[in-house]
């Protein structure tokens, strides 16, 4: 049973940036699609960015985020980061880290196995 926890969020002002990071217990993360999550109060949980398993290694981000977020795993530490720079209001909400066996559609929340139990990202504009 893998189990993930999320840590690095907190308030933030507009044009700032945080790093969050994932970390594993029960399970080596780098044999796992990794994907970051966000829920904004009031919607639905929506996809931020992703990473397959190091045999493969491909990335993927939601739109809004890309050139702004990176995510990357560090194997020696079993974690899995979102840098997010230049950070916007609309990037306020509740970021998720997943975990999932395979790599088919990973920016559905509903293919993840395994949650982390969310850190809270306030931007201020």
């Known amino acids: 049973q893998v189990q993930l926890v999320e840590s690095g969020g907190g308030l933030v002002q507009a044009g700032d940036s945080l790093r969050l990071s994932c970390a594993a217990s029960?399970?080596?993360?780098?044999?796992?699609?990794m994907g970051w999550f966000r829920q904004a109060p009031g919607k639905e949980r929506e996809f931020v960015a992703a990473?397959?398993?190091?045999?493969?290694?491909?990335?993927y981000y939601a739109d809004d985020v890309k050139g702004r977020f990176t995510v990357s795993r560090d194997s020696a530490k079993n974690t899995v980061n979102l840098q997010m720079n230049n950070l916007k209001p609309e990037d306020t909400a509740v970021y998720y880290c997943?975990?999932?066996?395979?790599?088919?559609?990973?920016?559905?929340?509903?293919?993840?196995?395994?949650w982390g139990q969310g850190t809270q990202v306030t931007v201020s504009s």
């Open positions: 997943a975990a999932r066996g395979d790599s088919y559609g990973v920016r559905s929340a509903t293919r993840y196995n395994y």
């Open positions: 029960g399970g080596t993360l780098r044999t796992y699609t």
């Open positions: 990473i397959t398993g190091s045999s493969s290694n491909v990335y």
